[in-house]
């Protein structure tokens, strides 16, 4: 690798010392370092907050520290000391700041004032809340139809926030709700939706310590949600199973180093995260869950003919499924050389993945944005039911399917109706509640509401949260896009590229962090969030 890039080969295992070394160098960075150590400690903690890194769920431990390397990142990011204010503003202009990097936009601090985008100078300059909430209901109000305008949300609200800007959205007119959960597992929900009727998890953090086999799709979570490490590493030393479906060796599946553990930290041991890794084709998996399937299916008529034991568990079967003729049928139709072909792996890898599958009593499947950002997403998580549903992996402790969010809040936002083709039971609720009518049509998603403003059919963009112009696929696409916009209005903690990317009027309205207490005249204000786990806390 070219020394140039700062990139070197890394032999040792995930999070040790090169975590501890990584989070001390965030901390002191902070300039607010003796608070944000009491900050990091209150983190995940009964009276203190939900991380702001990632939705993996609380584990039922109480150990003083209960976050990750990414968790103290985002804690000390959000609790700096550092601040981009007017005279930052009046320092920068926009086009000298779209020049620096990402990393170091967010890395100057918390927004503290709102800001209005003047073209005439190319900069942000201060501004009231008042004129700010002024501005954007002129611009709304001008608009032709409420559907010319699209809410962006970020994993990164609560609960309470995404239920009131649903609740406003709606009172607006529209149903136009591109968010978050549009780019990472959208496919999960409307895969496990079409076939469980329901599109979360199904299980919760206590499984883990049961299951017999952790099967991880698609999915790294030493990048992503650190701590679901612990429990892979932990499943590994009791016996059961964890089979890894990755095309890159992932170091964090590979072998762990637990930053809390002395004797490990002192030794420079480590424990493996896997007993088997494979790494098929990208957008392999769908062939490789049907390979394991056409397996079972194999057995099952060998057990059959000799009498023995079933595979299937035909009683789950027989009470909880239907459709499963057809299901074999299309196992029967597929050859197992198209299923070699598009998996990646070879006959003897899928046969033995399937061999780990039929010995375990319960198992859980994992999977990411690995599995959920193909075109064949939705088929994919279809294929990963159905395989759980042969064996009656679903509703029992120790097995099920997690779709593991890697956002906050993601999950959450959808459970509050930001959902741009809202369940009618959610509607007739809020207009028995509130009493007015809300819109019934479908709203656009993140990939039409970039279309609508292509093509100016959308004239304002408001976004709670989150870096929507550098979250979406096609970045230079989606700057052009909202350029077109009459207005853009972002609600945030913190400085991004999409704050540059600016409408004919844009504004920057700086937010309280999860971190931080809301003192209100009542008292201190308390927010919710949703895990992975659909764990509210």
């Known amino acids: ?14 999070a040790g010392w090169g975590a501890l070394k990584s989070v001390t160098k965030a901390w002191l960075g902070s300039e607010n370092a003796f608070k944000n150590l009491r900050m990091m400690l209150k983190t995940n903690q009964n009276g203190g907050f939900d991380c702001p890194g990632c939705a993996w769920g609380e584990s039922p431990e109480s150990d003083m520290v209960k976050f990750c390397e990414n968790g103290a990142k985002a804690v000390n990011w ?24 990402d990393y170091w936009l967010e890395y100057q601090g918390r927004l503290t004032h709102p800001m209005r985008y003047d073209a005439a100078t190319d900069h942000y ?96 979570p030493g990048t992503n949600h650190p701590r679901m490490l612990e429990p892979l590493r932990e499943a590994v030393k009791r016996g059961a199973q964890v089979v890894c479906f ?19 930290m002192l030794s420079n041991g480590s424990e493996p995260t896997n007993t088997a890794y494979f790494r098929p084709a990208l957008g392999g998996d769908m062939a490789v869950m049907r390979g394991i399937a056409k397996f079972l299916l194999l057995w099952e008529r060998e057990a059959q003919a000799k009498g023995e034991p079933a595979v299937f568990d ?40 399937a061999r780990m599958y039929r010995k375990a ?21 279809q294929e990963i039911v159905n395989l759980q549903l042969l064996r009656g992996n679903v509703g029992k402790p120790g097995a099920g399917l997690s779709p593991v969010r890697g956002h906050s809040n993601v999950q959450g936002d959808r459970t509050m109706g930001i959902d741009e083709k809202p369940p009618a039971r959610l509607l007739d ?35 709670l949260g989150g870096n929507f112009a550098q979250a979406t696929p096609d970045t230079p696409r989606t700057h052009a896009a909202m350029r077109n916009c009459e207005l853009t209005v972002h609600i945030a903690t913190k400085l991004n590229r999409s704050h540059l990317v600016t409408g004919r009027d844009a504004l920057i309205l700086p937010c309280l962090g999860r971190t931080e207490i809301d003192l209100q005249a009542e008292g201190p204000q308390g927010v919710t969030v949703e895990d992975t786990f659909s764990m509210v806390h």
């Open 1 to 14: 690798m070219s020394e140039d890039n700062h990139i070197r080969d890394y032999n040792g295992p995930a």
């Open 78 to 101: 959000e609790a700096t000391g550092r601040s981009v204010d007017p005279a930052f503003f009046a320092k920068y202009s926009v086009s000298a700041l779209a020049e620096q990097s």
């Open 125 to 220: 300059v201060e501004t009231s809340w008042d004129d700010a909430f002024a501005l954007i209901a002129q611009h709304l109000q001008a608009l032709e139809s409420p559907n010319q305008a699209e809410f962006y949300t970020s994993g990164r609200a609560s609960n309470e926030a995404a239920f009131l800007y649903q609740l406003f959205v709606r009172a607006f007119g529209t149903n136009n709700f591109p968010d978050c959960s549009n780019m990472c597992h959208e496919a999960s929900g409307v895969g496990m939706s079409s076939t469980l009727g329901v599109g979360k998890g199904t299980v919760v953090f206590d499984d883990l310590e049961e299951a017999d086999a952790i099967f991880v799709i698609g999915q790294n």
């Open 246 to 264: 990755n095309p890159l060796k992932e170091r964090g599946l590979e072998r762990f180093q637990h930053p809390q553990h002395p004797f490990e």
């Open 314 to 353: 035909h009683a789950f079967i027989a009470e909880h499924t239907d459709g499963v003729e057809a299901y074999l049928a299309v196992l029967d139709a597929t050859s197992w050389e198209h299923i070699v072909e598009q998996s990646g792996l070879s006959l003897a890898e899928i046969e033995l993945a």
């Open 361 to 381: 009593e319960r198992v859980i499947m994992c999977w990411a944005m690995g599995v959920t950002q193909h075109r064949h997403s939705v088929p994919t998580v």
């Open 429 to 463: 609720a809020l207009e028995k509640r509130f009493q007015f009518k809300v819109p019934r049509e479908h709203g656009d998603n993140a990939v039409l509401a970039i279309k609508a403003m292509e093509e100016k059919r959308a004239k304002v963009f408001i976004g």
